[in-house]
């Protein structure tokens, strides 16, 4: 069977299908690997008289799709159009001049013509914006004066007699703050005049929402029966506030909630409302960290509902987004600030939060939506940036159970863009977050246990001065999945990312081999297990064709062998002199040229072995001969010693 031409392929696509099976079949072809970043050209067909195609241009040039010089010449062809060529008046000959003619028709006198009207004139913008401002100000100023009069008032009654307040009269104060906001921000509202005073009030309402239920777990008006009643109406007189901003917001708007006409039951609104309610019970034991977990998991559903709702890639456009983080803010400041949870406790809730931003940020937009004015580049950085500063916060944690989930979710974050991207710089965030996930797993074992591993080990292999020589063990399987990461881009065909990950897994065996050269067994076991993996590596890129450094893996394999060999016999003889070694060297010598004679070049892959063989027993010859005049100089030195060396 013959095999396919070499080259590239050009297909011409034309279908009447929708948009969004189009993108899916892209998808599905990158996903194959039969697409790159470089390989798509399209063409696009559209009337140059469409009223919206300067707006599509200045949408693509803004994004990247096309050069200035390219809509420049564009709108030169296409969207010109010549001037008109200047009339030429033509000469006329002169005339003989006639008597005049009588005047048939009279001359127009100035009063035939209609009186000019004055134009009205427009009212100046600038004089608006100031009665405005002055509306605006008069009002903010009368109750910017009944504030400072209030809590003036209760300053000084707080000096004198706040002590003989009870718990719930001590809440009154705050919660008649927050009902007199909302009844002010009401009638506001409903003057039709004064916009702006009433969505400031409305939101510094809602502001003092979690703070109420904060003040009354704090107050603990939990403790007599006689303050429930206070609670129960504070708590239906609270939630009735935050329900009923619904229907302003859909009737006069509000920008901090940003709610839309569509929304029927809006489910930011009634998530803030929980978050609220998490701030009672704050007394029993675990609770503030269960609260902090449990809201960040409720507003990451919330945002997951909205976003496909709304069909938005982007978590700014999620309606209710300011307010609900400025909820959970609210738990995250009491708990760390006021009740004093160490923020190590609170590292995967940031890392959750730093994964759900990424996650939400490469969520694909519907195709029928207009190009969202979002940037995803900074929502990206700053999800990353959480993701990172969640580790940081919980690496340092005696049993860092959470640093390895968001670990994880690093890993994952990593994957899904190498799995779009197949960048080099993805890969290599990936092993190294791998790697750290090593230690970190390690440091997961109890004390009593590592301890136990390490006498244990170190017992075993004579490495009680140098423990750190087990790292030549400990890593390996580390280094056999770099190893079955870099097979599976070659089946991607994926070469470079593939021939990128050799690169590092030779660095990693390379230094683990280093490392253990001071012990006698870990040497020959590290030979052992690198001569076993190169083996298994050449012949898997052998079996799949790949031709590209074949020579350099064979020769490695080849020499990892020859080199384990060496050092068994270096640890089952410990004592043996140059001259041993030196016929050591020649038998191996004789070995290596046996096997270059004897066996058939049947392929590529067999000759480059045969190769190998004879290169390698000349190698082996010289380092022979290099040994025996080195036990040949000690016998002009001491011809004792010359004889022991021999046996």
Not at 165 to 180: E, I
Not at 257 to 263: E, F, M, N
Not at 432 to 458: D, F, H
Request: glycine content about 6%; proline content about 5%; charged content about 10%.
């Amino acid at each position: 069977m013959s095999s396919p031409r070499e080259g590239s392929i050009t297909i011409a696509l034309k279908t009447n299908t929708s948009q969004s099976k189009l993108l899916e079949a892209l998808a599905l072809w990158q996903e194959l690997g039969l697409l790159s970043e470089t390989s798509i050209d399209i063409i696009f067909k559209t009337k140059a008289s469409h009223p919206a195609l300067l707006e599509g241009l200045d949408a693509w040039l803004r994004l990247g799709l096309l050069q200035e010089t390219f809509v420049k010449r564009l709108c030169r062809e296409h969207l010109t159009c010549a001037l008109p060529e200047p009339s030429v008046i033509p000469k006329v000959s002169a005339l003989p001049v006639s008597k005049p003619a009588r005047q048939l028709v009279s001359p127009l006198a100035s009063n035939d013509f209609a009186p000019e009207t004055p134009k009205a004139k427009k009212p100046n913008s600038i004089a608006q914006m100031w009665q405005s401002l002055q509306a605006e100000f008069s009002v903010r100023w009368l109750l910017f004066l009944g504030m400072f009069m209030v809590v003036v008032s209760s300053g000084v009654l707080a000096a004198s007699q706040w002590d003989n307040f009870p718990a719930a009269g001590q809440y009154g104060v705050l919660l008649a703050y927050t009902l007199s906001f909302w009844g002010i921000s009401a009638w506001t509202t409903k003057q039709g005049n004064l916009p702006l005073t009433a969505q400031t009030l409305r939101v510094v309402t809602l502001l003092l929402i979690p703070v109420n239920f904060w003040a009354m777990d704090g107050f603990g008006l939990w403790r007599h029966p006689l303050n429930w009643l206070v609670v129960a109406v504070a708590t239906v007189a609270l939630s009735a506030i935050v329900l009923s901003s619904i229907l302003l917001g859909r009737r006069y708007g509000n920008g901090f909630l940003r709610l839309r006409q569509q929304q029927s039951f809006p489910l930011p609104i009634i998530n803030y409302l929980g978050l609220s309610y998490l701030n009672w019970a704050w007394g029993i034991p675990g609770f503030p960290i269960g609260a902090v977990y449990l809201g960040i998991g409720s507003i990451i559903a919330t945002l997951y509902i909205e976003s496909r709702k709304q069909n938005s890639a982007f978590i700014f456009d999620v309606a209710g987004f300011p307010i609900l983080v400025y909820g959970i803010g609210i738990l995250l400041f009491r708990a760390i600030f006021v009740i004093g949870v160490d923020i190590e406790q609170l590292g995967l809730a940031i890392g959750m939060c730093g994964w759900f931003l990424y996650w939400l940020s490469q969520k694909p937009q519907a195709p029928s939506l207009p190009v969202s004015p979002s940037p995803r580049l900074p929502m990206i950085w700053f999800g990353g940036s959480l993701l990172v500063l969640g580790w940081l916060v919980c690496v340092a944690a005696e049993i860092p159970w959470q640093a390895m989930i968001v670990s994880g979710l690093g890993v994952w974050l990593f994957v899904n863009r190498l799995l779009k991207f197949w960048r080099r710089s993805d890969l290599a965030a990936i092993l190294a977050i791998g790697l750290q996930m090593v230690w970190l797993a390690w440091r997961l074992i109890p004390p009593s246990i590592q301890t136990w591993l390490l006498e244990t080990a170190t017992t075993l292999t004579h490495s009680q001065e140098t423990p750190y020589v087990l790292l030549s063990l400990v890593l390996f399987p580390y280094l056999v999945l770099i190893v079955g990461l870099a097979d599976w881009l070659y089946q991607r065909k994926k070469h470079d990312l593939a021939e990128f990950a050799e690169v590092i897994a030779l660095g990693i065996g390379v230094n683990l081999t280093t490392l253990c050269f001071s012990n006698p067994l870990l040497l020959t076991i590290n030979g052992i297990n690198s001569a076993i993996t190169l083996g298994i590596v050449t012949q898997r890129r052998s079996r799949l064709g790949i031709k590209h450094h074949l020579r350099l893996r064979v020769y490695l394999t080849h020499s990892s062998a020859i080199a384990t060999v060496i050092s068994a016999i270096n640890y089952l003889f410990p004592n043996l002199h140059f001259g041993g070694f030196s016929a050591i060297l020649l038998a191996l010598m004789v070995a290596e040229w046996s096997l270059s004679l004897k066996i058939p070049a049947t392929s590529d892959y067999v000759k480059i072995w045969r190769e190998s063989a004879w290169h390698l027993g000349l190698t082996l010859a010289g380092l022979s001969y290099v040994l025996l005049c080195v036990n040949y100089s000690a016998y002009d030195v001491n011809p004792d010693s010359y004889l022991r060396a021999w046996g």
